[in-house]
């Protein structure tokens, strides 16, 4: 069975500090692999994407990785601001040679800056 | 706009009601996605349609749920005798294609609540 599993499942953090998002997955074959971001009563926004043979994306103060090998990814957000309070959710696609596949979401870790 | 649009934004009806949730995706997108979000619940895939089929209906809970999506376009996810365990953030999105290279685009969600 497919699965994401993120951790931890929630954080606090000081403004200004760094922090890092952890995503393990079981979905294989593999496609690709999202980073979405969720602030509180709004749709989740996609931040990276990054393909089988990708190994850091980057976006903003937003730098995903991706080990295929080991099947684990890390969101790390730098120099943090109040508005990167949200949750962050990692998605997974398998490889869709036969078509249409479901992705498998993880259940999210919700980031909470701090003053 | 050119966001994926939800009516309505927020939802209160008595159990045993009947519920139609609104979804207008962006312009283009064949691909449309409606999900069901519980409180500090990771995203709970219902339904897929490509174009107006639905290859993908195996999250529907229950017969009480289904949906339908006219013209390529709107969709409309209907809820039938409602329970209280049906409250929740019920989202949609759309994207591209259904083969998960492309990013689904979400809308903000109806928020539903059953007394």
């Known amino acids: 069975k497919n699965q994401v599993e993120q951790s931890p499942q929630s954080l606090i953090i000081l403004e200004g500090k760094n922090c890092t998002l952890q995503?393990?997955?079981?979905?294989?074959?593999?496609?690709?692999l999202r980073w979405y971001k969720q602030d509180t009563g709004r749709g989740p926004v996609s931040l990276t994407i990054?393909?089988?043979?990708?190994n850091t994306k980057s976006n903003g103060r937003y730098t995903a990785t991706l080990d295929a090998d080991t099947k684990q990814s890390s969101l790390h957000i730098t120099a943090s601001q109040l508005s990167d309070s949200a949750s962050y959710i990692c998605?997974?696609?398998?490889?869709?040679?036969?078509?249409?596949?479901?992705?498998?979401f993880g259940t999210g870790t919700k980031l909470q800056v701090i003053p | 706009g050119a966001g994926v649009s939800q009516s309505p934004s927020n939802k209160v009806t008595e159990k045993g009601k009947d519920v139609e949730l609104r979804c207008d995706p962006i312009?283009?997108?064949?691909?449309l996605y409606w999900y069901r979000q519980s409180l500090g619940q990771g995203l709970e895939f219902l339904i897929y349609?490509?174009?107006?089929?639905?290859?993908?209906k195996s999250g529907l809970p229950s017969d009480r749920f289904s949906a339908e999506r006219t013209g390529g376009s709107v969709s409309t996810l209907t809820i039938q005798r409602t329970q209280q365990e049906d409250s929740a953030v019920y989202l949609c999105?759309?994207?591209?294609?259904?083969?998960?290279?492309?990013?689904?685009?979400f809308g903000d969600g109806t928020r539903l609540s059953i007394l």
């Open positions: 999105a759309s994207s591209r294609g259904g083969q998960g290279r492309q990013p689904q685009h």
């Open positions: 995503c393990n997955y079981t979905v294989s074959p593999f496609s690709n």
């Open positions: 990054m393909t089988f043979s990708e």
């Open positions: 998605v997974v696609s398998p490889d869709n040679s036969g078509g249409y596949q479901k992705v498998t």
């Open positions: 312009s283009g997108h064949t691909a």
């Open positions: 349609f490509q174009g107006n089929s639905a290859p993908d």
